[in-house]
């Protein structure tokens, strides 16, 4: 698969990283539980930005959990064309999630995001998994429209510098999202 192919590869999904909690409880009341995709490209390459991510949720009154046994979302096969092998993961990472008894697949990588909320379409032929794959994506959302959703329930501190806030492309396009504006524009206090 194009150059992608090492990334799957070396992402078992046996489990989250050493340093990854499986639950990061929620702090204050809990508002629901989300389960957190590490993603094969966001785990390799920037752990932080997960555990930045389960912290924020935390925070804001989520129970974060990283399901054991996750891996590739299949997101980059299918981006590549390679849409056989992507259901496989799909069907997969159905599996693991649906487990969980999240309220919320919770996404920090909006290419996988665009594609795990497309699940249904990706397996509506499926007869095992064609309703299932709906639903799923039906729960999928970027950790920006949990937030915007839910409203912000943590403490803020001021932060004394300038931010401008970004949609990925694949938040703002292919996941046709709009949820997210409002709540990242607003200012923090001081």
Do not use: W
């Amino acid at each position: 698969m194009g150059g992608h192919g090492s990334l799957h590869a070396g992402h078992t999904g046996s489990r989250p990283g050493p340093r990854f909690p499986g639950v990061t409880p929620a702090i204050g009341t809990r508002r629901g539980r989300v389960a957190l995709l590490l993603g094969c490209a966001q785990h390799a390459f920037f752990p932080d930005v997960n555990l930045a991510t389960a912290r924020v949720l935390a925070n804001n009154g989520f129970e974060v959990v990283a399901p054991k046994g996750q891996g590739c979302c299949g997101s980059l096969f299918v981006h590549e064309g390679e849409r056989e092998h992507g259901k496989d993961l799909a069907r997969k990472s159905i599996d693991v999630f649906e487990a969980t008894g999240a309220d919320f697949v919770a996404i920090n990588a909006a290419g996988c995001g665009s594609a795990m909320k497309e699940y249904g379409e990706l397996l509506r032929e499926d007869p095992n998994y064609a309703e299932r794959a709906a639903a799923f994506g039906r729960k999928v959302r970027d950790v920006s429209e949990i937030l915007a959703e839910s409203g912000l329930a943590g403490t803020l501190h001021p932060l004394k510098l300038r931010v401008a806030y970004h949609d990925a492309c694949h938040l703002a396009h292919a996941s046709a999202s709009d949820r997210s504006r409002g709540h990242s524009s607003r200012p923090s206090p001081g």
